[in-house]
Each structure stands twice: as C-alpha cells, then as structure tokens.
Nanobody
Framework: HVQLVESGGGLVHAGGSLRLSCAVS?????????MRWYRQAPGSHRELIAT???????IYADSVKDRFIISTDSAKNQLYLEMNNLKPEDTAVYYC?????????WGQGVQVTVSS
C-alpha cells in the first residue's frame, strides 16, 4: 500500500519561492512510475502542473513552465516541487499523485497562498 504525504506549503509574497515535499511510503518504484503534482484553486478543477517519469523526464503545464521544478530523491523516498517567482494565481491546494498496477494514490493536499 502506497501513501503520500505533502509538506512545505504556506503563505508567501508574490515573487517568492517555496519547496513542496511529498513523502512516499510503501512498496513503490521511482524508476518505473510517473509522479505528478496537481493543484486546485477555489472554484476550479484540479489541474495537472508537473510530471516526472523515470526520475529525469519532466513535463510542465504552460502556467508553471520555467518557474517550477519537479524532482525526486529515491534514496529519501521524496518527490519535490520547487516553486519560484510565485504569483497570486498560484494560490491553490497542491497534491502529489502517483499510480501503479495496484491503484492510484493521492496525498492529502497542502495549501499554498501567494499574496500580492
């Protein structure tokens, strides 16, 4: 059974930075399973913003490209999202996600608030 727990959210001024972490526990293979970050702003659908596959291949939504960096540390069982030059429109609850042949797994979400 795979469990995901996010941390690192908070309140930051526009232009600032935050790093989110997602601790992965259970029987999970970072090499073969894609990991993703989603976010959901109030009144909006959950949005896929970043994907990492096989620890090095990354894909970003246009809304965060060139500002956010997704990475993993398999030795620490961690997924990260480094967020730079944050904007008020980045305010949302951020979720880490992964799946394997047994199912799909979501973290509980962490709030990020960017003030103008």
């Amino acid at each position: 059974h795979v469990q995901l727990v996010e941390s690192g959210g908070g309140l930051v001024h526009a232009g600032g930075s935050l790093r989110l972490s997602c601790a992965v526990s259970g029987d999970f293979d970072f090499q073969y399973n894609a990991m993703r970050w989603y976010r959901q702003a109030p009144g909006s659908h959950r949005e896929l913003i970043a994907t990492i596959i096989a620890r090095t291949n990354t894909i970003y939504a246009d809304s965060v490209k060139d500002r956010f960096i997704i990475s993993t540390d398999s030795a620490k069982n961690q997924l990260y999202l480094e967020m730079n030059n944050l904007k008020p429109e980045d305010t949302a609850v951020y979720y880490c996600f992964t799946s394997d042949l047994r199912g799909a797994y979501w973290g509980q979400g962490v709030q990020v608030t960017v003030s103008s």
